[in-house]
């Protein structure tokens, strides 16, 4: 094992990592113990950027959080589903009828977006299934759709990481790091715009006990805080605080606890070279946002990898777990596994 530590908590990081390519994406049913992650080899044998006509089939799998070393299982794949599936980000809904819901972004092509609706079914790991509901689909608003969260089991949240479809004018954005991506809101059948001047939208996560919505923007290292109306979550969003964050951030998830978990690089030039083919690994990142009594955002780096040599440009830091002993999963757009730790409090 490979022993890191931060300030304040000590991040383990177990041997041998966890075989899924392209885990960029992880939410976790608590209750159920079980982590479901989205996995799309997005990188050719060469080091190559894949576009989506070009990638392999995606899929879904189910992570075993009672066991060390953690058990995996294919949930979904193109091939069983029988049809395009490319995974993005996830979000895991549970209401309190017993509803169970996974709504997943993928990628059919290069500009043909939606989000598949799955129920999950079974409480156990060795029985949880998924079984697709719809997909739902919007060309109008699902511009650059990178992740979404869900506020039911109908209605979500969506980001737009660009304003433009055109591949030169995304360039643009990021290089000039122009406020011109989104955050949609739909219903489960209509979408409309209600956050924009963004600049790269990426992980979003809604706080229910405090009334806000969180919406990480990757290039401008920032996490935009809204406030957010559990009564009316259509309508427009609004006059947003920002907290400074000390790396580009990406999805953003809950632990138990009420802390937000972000995977995120310190560099997002070497993110982009890294993506690009030019570099072979690229620098890793885990963000802890914990909140005062007031509801006040604190930000913290809770684990560096400066090199990129145990996981590189890392998209997602899940949390299970309470007490001074939990585990942590950190996933990855690009590589081929994601890595499971131990982490402790100092």
């Not at 050719?44 to 995606?58: F, N, R, T, V």
């Not at 609706?117 to 409480?123: N, P, Q």
């Not at 643009?172 to 600049?199: M, N, Q, W, Y």
């Not at 809204?226 to 006059?239: C, F, H, Q, R, V």
Request: net charge negative; with cysteine; charged share 25%.
């Amino acid at each position: 094992m490979q022993e890191l530590t931060a300030s304040k908590l000590k991040v383990i990081v177990r041997d041998p990592p966890i075989d899924i390519p392209g885990p960029e994406d992880i939410v976790i049913d608590h209750a159920a113990n079980i982590a479901f992650v989205a996995s799309q080899q997005r990188m050719s044998a060469a080091g190559k950027l894949l576009q989506a006509e070009d990638m392999p089939g995606g899929s879904v799998f189910a992570v075993d959080l009672s066991t060390t070393p953690p058990a995996k299982r294919l949930l979904a794949d193109q091939a069983s589903l029988g049809f395009r599936f490319h995974p993005r980000g996830c979000s895991f809904f549970a209401g309190g009828n017993g509803e169970r819901r996974l709504m997943v972004i993928s990628d059919r092509t290069e500009a043909d977006h939606v989000v598949e609706i799955f129920d999950v079914v079974g409480a156990a790991f060795d029985t949880v299934a998924l079984r697709h509901v719809r997909p739902i689909a919007d060309a109008d608003h699902f511009v650059s759709p990178n992740d979404l969260v869900a506020v039911d089991g109908d209605c979500f949240y969506v980001t737009n990481d660009h304003g433009a479809r055109n591949v030169l004018l995304r360039s643009l954005e990021d290089l000039f790091a122009l406020p011109v991506s989104t955050v949609v809101f739909c219903d489960g059948s209509r979408c409309h715009t209600v956050a924009k001047g963004i600049v790269f939208a990426n992980g979003i996560a809604i706080d229910r006990a405090r009334g806000r919505l969180y919406v990480a923007a990757t290039r401008s290292k920032k996490l935009h805080v809204y406030a957010w109306d559990a009564g009316d979550p259509a309508k427009e969003l609004t006059g947003s605080d920002a907290v400074d964050l000390p790396g580009c951030p990406d999805n953003l998830e809950w632990d138990e606890d009420g802390n937000l978990w972000i995977g995120a690089d310190p560099s997002f030039v070497q993110l982009a070279l890294y993506a690009a083919g030019v570099h072979s690994t690229a620098p890793s990142q885990v963000l802890r946002v914990s909140f005062d009594d007031a509801g006040n955002p604190h930000a913290e780096e809770v684990w560096r990898d400066g090199k990129g040599e145990t996981i590189s440009a890392s998209s997602v830091a899940a949390v299970h777990g309470k007490g001074p002993v939990r585990r942590l999963l950190i996933g990855q757009p690009f590589g081929k596994f994601l890595r499971d730790c131990e982490l402790r409090s100092a």
